[in-house]
Nanobody, 111 residues
Framework: QGQPVESGGGLVRIGGSLRLACVVSANTFEFNAVGWYQQAPGKQRAQVAIIDENNMANYADSVRGRFTISRDNAKNTAYLQMNNLTVDDTGVYYC?????WGQGTEVTVSS
């Protein structure tokens, strides 16, 4: 199993949207959960969303209703659709699979 690889971060205005992707090199991708985590400036890394092998998703209260996590097992990829972004969503977003962290992708929300 290789390190997850995130992409899709960038600079966006308040109220805008971004879609993050996490590609995992693992033959067992479809059998395990994938999580997305935010590390805001000066704060600890915190889970924002997780999806299990049955496509059951859970969200942090701060993003519920704005973010959607999904997965495409045929592509070994998990996604995080982020809508109606606020400045509090700024940070580095990490994907975690099988206990392994990706390198992160940076999201900056500005006014």
């Amino acid at each position: 199993q290789g390190q997850p690889v995130e992409s899709g971060g960038g600079l966006v205005r308040i109220g805008g949207s971004l879609r993050l992707a996490c590609v995992v090199s693992a033959n067992t991708f479809e059998f395990n959960a994938v999580g997305w985590y935010q590390q805001a400036p000066g704060k600890q890394r915190a889970q924002v969303a997780i999806i299990d092998e049955n496509n059951m998703a859970n969200y942090a209260d701060s993003v519920r209703g704005r973010f959607t996590i999904s997965r495409d097992n045929a592509k070994n990829t998990a996604y995080l659709q982020m809508n109606n972004l606020t400045v509090d969503d700024t940070g580095v977003y990490y994907c975690r699979y099988g206990g392994i962290w990706g390198q992160g992708t940076e999201v900056t929300v500005s006014s």
